[in-house]
């Protein structure tokens, strides 16, 4: 399965990752991919940037090394309730939105139902339209509950590349993840994680879980721009091209 698309990669804007935009395009390019999204850390996170720097993606070129860039956002869920760290105003300006759990923002709980209610809680914004590692063991989840919320609202789970290698127990997680999603039809995303331009692209990790679970190649959406981008123009309209 050819992986064309990065849907989750960090600049040196993140304040713990270390290449610039122009950097992680151009590394892209020489990888093969047709596009990349941009999701730097919310604000909520410490050395991320201020909301204001999200407003200001749109002044970024819509494609760069011949790469379409998706200006987007990893925003930081900050409470049980689902809540996360940029408003409404910005977060419907961005091509792409991730939303997750980072442990340095919201102290990991193993109530699995407060979890869930959050996750599912966070599906619920209209603006969302991704939900980052929900993979994370520090964070256990009801996976069918939170796979039936996504596909009851359109929304998306990502496999991400980086959670077998930063979040230990969570490959299990993510492996459950694509059974969910396969057997209820849903399609999903997959992410390097990237936080430097050596790592973009990267997808050995994702790939080996899909292909355990017989994943079909249909719902994964990174393999064409024309069903990703179709696939979020349904999510909310946003002229993607």
């Known amino acids: 399965m050819k992986l064309i698309i990065d849907m989750h990669t960090h600049t040196i804007a993140s304040g713990h990752a270390f290449s610039t935009i122009?950097?992680?395009?151009?590394a892209a390019a020489a990888k093969g991919l047709r596009m990349i999204a941009t999701t730097d850390h919310g604000p909520a996170m410490e050395g991320a940037p201020i909301a204001m720097f999200f407003s200001?993606?749109?002044?970024?070129?819509?494609?760069?090394?011949?790469?379409?860039?998706?200006?987007?956002?990893?925003?930081n869920i900050v409470d049980y309730d689902g809540s996360l760290d940029l408003p409404q105003d910005v977060l419907k300006r961005l091509?792409?939105?991730?939303?997750?759990?980072?442990?340095?923002?919201?102290?990991?709980?193993?109530d699995r139902a407060q979890n869930t209610r959050a996750m599912i809680n966070v599906l619920e914004n209209p603006y969302v339209d991704a939900?980052?590692?929900?993979?994370?063991?520090?964070?256990?989840?009801?996976?069918?509950?939170?796979?039936?919320?996504?596909?009851?609202?359109?929304?998306l789970l990502e496999i991400n590349n980086n959670s077998a290698v930063v979040r230990p127990g969570s490959e299990d997680n993510c492996r459950r993840i694509a059974e969910a999603?396969?057997?209820?039809?849903?399609?999903?995303i997959c992410g390097?994680?990237?936080?430097?331009?050596?790592?973009?692209?990267?997808?050995?990790?994702?790939?080996?879980?899909?292909?355990?679970?017989?994943f079909p190649k249909e719902l994964v959406l990174n393999t064409s721009v024309r069903k990703m981008t179709k696939f979020l123009n349904g999510i909310r309209k946003r002229g993607l091209k």
């Open 56 to 75: 200001a993606l749109l002044m970024l070129p819509k494609e760069i090394s011949g790469v379409r860039v998706l200006r987007g956002v990893e925003a």
């Open 181 to 188: 999603c396969r057997e209820l039809k849903i399609p999903v």
């Open 192 to 214: 390097s994680d990237a936080h430097t331009s050596f790592n973009v692209g990267a997808f050995s990790n994702t790939q080996k879980i899909l292909k355990s679970v017989n």
């Open 95 to 110: 091509d792409f939105v991730l939303a997750g759990f980072h442990e340095v923002v919201l102290r990991p709980s193993k």
């Open 131 to 155: 939900i980052s590692h929900p993979g994370n063991s520090n964070y256990p989840v009801d996976i069918p509950a939170v796979a039936r919320a996504a596909r009851e609202r359109g929304k």
């Open 22 to 26: 122009e950097e992680m395009a151009a």
